[in-house]
């Protein structure tokens, strides 16, 4: 159960990783409401027809708070402020800000979910967020960052971390693709006030544009968030956000596959350390090596007693 778990989330990792090539695209030609709409919309489609095909209902009352929580919190408003804020800052700072979302989801794990905090994640998750930052200073350009956008930012991390603290419960009583499919359905109702963006945005937005977004519906939404409720019903909130820190690393090979965008050895520097960091917060201590069996020492009396 656990490899399967830990297979899910790794391809929630590299699919949400290969999601920065498709922004480059989509985001040229769509404003960021109308970019976390029409990514919703296709996500929603794509998981409400792998619910019919399951037969997947309505999930059960108890689970809806946390559906309608992460909803609202991780598929709406995070989808359209992260995109707002990162059209404001540089790549540096949005990596500074952005990537303590999983800090929090440590933190607010601990104190809202009971999750431990052992010594090797919150290591693991300090060498990860080091890294994280210094690929975003190191590919970062020449633009400025707004006070504004830092705080776009930082209420994107804020609710990345709430969505994911409330989406934990949910899974207790709801199956991983009820869960993301009602979730990212209440997302969508959330941002169809941007449906007029939408809509004049698309019939002027090349078809690149266009495809990239409805990739990013099915699989980095979709796909990604299924694996990743799927592996967090089976651990803690505070591991599984640490593994996203691997995300960065990978989104420099693949700026590099498909951008032809060469790191520099300050970024491959940044990319090992999330590696590092991930692999240090998902380690476990090792466990107590038994010594052979010690016979007790016989009492003094006892000793006595068998005297000849």
């Not at 997947?56 to 408003?77: K, Q, Y």
């Not at 776009?152 to 693709?177: E, F, N, T």
């Not at 090792?286 to 007790?296: D, E, H, K, M, S």
Request: aromatic share 8%; glycine share 12%; proline share 6%.
């Amino acid at each position: 159960m656990m490899s399967t778990a830990a297979g899910a989330a790794s391809v929630t990792v590299v699919l949400w990783a290969s999601a920065f090539v498709s922004i480059r695209s989509a985001g040229e030609a769509y404003s960021p409401g109308a970019l976390a709409l029409g990514r919703l919309l296709s996500g929603a489609l794509t998981l409400g027809v792998l619910c019919l095909l399951r037969r997947e209902g309505l999930p059960p009352r108890p689970a809806w708070r946390g559906i309608a929580v992460s909803g609202l919190l991780w598929f709406g408003f995070y989808m359209v402020v992260l995109n707002w804020g990162e059209q404001r800052v540089d790549a540096g700072t949005a990596a500074l800000v952005v990537n303590v979302g999983p800090i929090l989801i440590a933190l607010l794990g601990a104190r809202l979910l009971g999750d431990a905090l052992p010594p090797r994640l919150l290591a693991g998750m300090a060498v990860s967020f080091a890294g994280a930052v210094t690929v975003g200073l190191s590919m970062s350009g020449e633009g400025g960052s707004s006070l504004f956008g830092v705080v776009l930012c930082l209420l994107a991390a804020v609710a990345y971390a709430g969505g994911v603290v409330a989406q934990k419960p949910a899974l207790g009583h709801a199956s991983a693709l009820q869960v993301t499919a009602f979730g990212c359905l209440v997302g969508a109702v959330l941002c169809l006030p941007f449906m007029g963006q939408l809509v004049s945005e698309a019939g002027r937005a090349p078809v690149s544009a266009t495809l990239n977004m409805v990739y990013l519906g099915v699989f980095p939404t979709a796909l990604a968030f299924t694996t990743w409720a799927y592996a967090l019903a089976r651990t803690t909130a505070g591991r599984m956000g640490a593994t996203t820190y691997a995300v960065p690393a990978l989104v420099v090979l693949m700026s590099w596959l498909f951008l032809g965008e060469v790191p520099g050895l300050l970024t491959l520097g940044g990319g090992a350390l999330c590696l590092a960091g991930v692999a240090v917060s998902r380690s476990r201590g090792r466990a107590a090596v038994p010594g052979p069996a010690r016979t007790p020492a016989p009492r003094r009396e006892d000793v006595r007693d068998h005297r000849p």
